[in-house]
T-cell receptor
């Protein structure tokens, strides 16, 4: 089955700095890679996703890159703000809504004002 | 956007009792729903895939006789924790994808279970 590794487990940055979270996956059949933000006690919320036919995707301060050959993908948050503080999970999935999602281990991001 | 609800949002029960958690897709149909368990400071671990009209598919290490899943309609899946014990205390979250097969999963708000 799929195995997703995520680093770092914790990350502290000063407000305004950038944050980078990296993930690797094992199953070459995975072709959809969502990123979720989870605040304490709440559901994961999709913040950005990327499909295997795309190398990079950007949405305002958030960007994701994918290297399918190397089986790794990264989340980049620029100009971090205190409200970005949360736990972030990467995930890997095969195409289709009926396919299960395999989550990474999570990164606790703390943005220091 | 698509909305998934869960009920109850939290439950406290005595050891040995059974607890039922409902997961509903409110504005879309879902042939498949997923049940996750999340312990404090850990990731979401998939427990089982719930398939409408057929048996659920359980992940390795998850006891199907302890975690009963029923997916009787395209908008409702239930997870019953039977004979709950303190080690079953956790945050249970369901998710669903739209019937059209898009990849995006919509998560319920979660159910926090505390077994005394």
């Amino acid at each position: 089955g799929e195995n997703v590794e995520q680093h770092p487990s914790t990350l502290s940055v000063q407000e305004g700095d950038s944050a980078v979270i990296k993930c690797t996956y094992s199953d070459s059949a995975s072709n959809y890679f969502p990123w979720y933000k989870q605040e304490l006690g709440k559901r994961p919320q999709l913040i950005i996703d990327i499909r295997s036919n795309v190398g990079e995707k950007k949405d305002q301060r958030i960007a994701v890159t994918l290297n399918k050959t190397a089986k790794h993908f990264s989340l980049h948050i620029t100009e971090t703000q205190p409200e970005d503080s949360a736990v972030y999970f990467c995930a890997a999935q095969e195409a289709g809504g009926y396919q299960k999602v395999t989550f990474g281990t999570g990164t606790k991001l703390q943005v220091i004002p | 956007g698509a909305v998934v609800s869960q009920h109850p949002s939290w439950v406290i029960c005595k050891s040995g009792t059974s607890v039922k958690i409902e997961c509903r897709s409110l504005d879309f149909q879902a042939t498949t729903m997923f049940w996750y368990r999340q312990f404090p400071k850990q990731s979401l671990m998939l427990m089982a895939t719930s398939n409408e009209g057929s048996k659920a598919t359980y992940e390795q290490g998850v006891e199907k006789d302890k975690f009963l899943i029923n997916h009787a309609s395209l908008t409702l899946s239930t997870l019953t924790v039977t004979s709950a014990h303190p080690e079953d205390s956790s945050f249970y979250i369901c998710s669903a994808g739209e019937i059209r097969g898009q990849e995006t999963q919509y998560f319920g708000p979660g159910t926090r279970l505390l077994v005394l």
